[in-house]
């Protein structure tokens, strides 16, 4: 004889099952869409060309970089490095002359914010052609 009341009561099951499944299909959907890349630390040289000089030599406002931040215009040791200085610099070394050309020769350890400084400075004063020193090929 069956003495309890009502019939038994069943307990809500959970079925993990596919559950399961559909965080297996997006993981996998995750895994193929994925791209790994790899990022490796830039090696970078001295640029190196050949070239010929040019024929008429229009004025040259000669400035160096060193290692340390450093500038020197024409030889003369600059002693403030600022972009406003160093524009007044290239004003007053090209009073009298037409267009000259910016030559910058930077160290190879100088930083890249030194050589846009310089060359900030060089837009600055109105002066638009700049170019670079490079080293000559051992060809």
């Keep these: 004889m069956n003495f309890q009341r009502g019939g038994a009561a069943n307990e809500p099951e959970i079925n993990l099952i596919p559950l399961i ?15 790994y890349a790899r990022f490796s630390e830039l090696q970078i040289n001295l640029p190196e060309a050949k070239g010929e000089s ?40 090209a009073v009298n002359a037409p267009d000259p050309v910016v030559i910058i020769n ?3 350890r100088a930083t890249h914010q030194s050589v846009i400084r310089v060359m900030d400075a ?7 052609r700049v170019t670079f020193v490079t080293k000559t090929s051992g060809e």
């Design 21 to 35: 499944d559909v965080l297996l299909v997006i993981l996998i959907f995750l895994m193929v869409t994925t791209t």
């Design 54 to 93: 040019a024929r008429d030599e229009p004025k040259r406002l000669d400035i160096g970089v060193d290692a340390q931040g450093g500038y020197s215009l024409n030889n003369t040791r600059l002693s403030q490095t600022t972009v406003q200085d160093l524009s007044a610099a290239f004003k007053a070394a």
């Design 106 to 108: 930077a160290d190879a």
């Design 122 to 128: 060089a837009r600055r004063a109105g002066l638009t």
